[in-house]
């Protein structure tokens, strides 16, 4: 079993930056990759970007390429989304996930979750 929890949310103005931070326990193999995600109560829920636990080899979703960049602790066991050039469509609650096997886009294939947290962009 793998937990997952996500910190650092809040409120920026457009423009601004912010950092999303989450922290793991329990067993993080090397096969595993992290990614985020994110929701807003419209949406499904939408990659973001993930990053490969052993090697560090990321993927970004063409939205915020550019603009954020994810990265991993393997000591600390955290992983964390930089995010630039905030935007009011960056405004969403923001999710860490784990995939077991492999780099994916697609929510279903992750099988551990943490709770989300708020972001928001707005002047």
């Known amino acids: 079993q793998v937990q997952l929890v996500e910190s650092g949310g809040g409120m920026v103005e457009p423009g601004g930056s912010l950092r999303v931070s989450c922290a793991a326990s329990?067993?993080?193999?090397?096969?595993?990759?992290m990614a985020w995600f994110r929701q807003t109560p419209t949406n499904d829920r939408e990659f973001v970007a993930a990053?490969?636990?052993?090697?560090?080899?990321?993927d970004y979703a063409d939205a915020v390429k550019g603009r954020f960049t994810i990265s991993r602790d393997k000591d600390k066991k955290t992983v964390d989304l930089l995010m630039n050039s905030l935007k009011p469509e960056d405004t969403a609650v923001y999710y860490c996930?784990?995939?077991?096997?492999?780099?994916?886009?697609?929510?279903?294939?992750?099988?551990?979750w943490g709770q989300g947290i708020q972001v928001t962009v707005s002047s």
């Open positions: 329990g067993r993080i193999e090397d096969s595993f990759h």
């Open positions: 990053i490969a636990w052993r090697v560090g080899y990321t």
């Open positions: 996930a784990v995939n077991r096997i492999g780099l994916a886009r697609i929510a279903t294939e992750y099988s551990y």
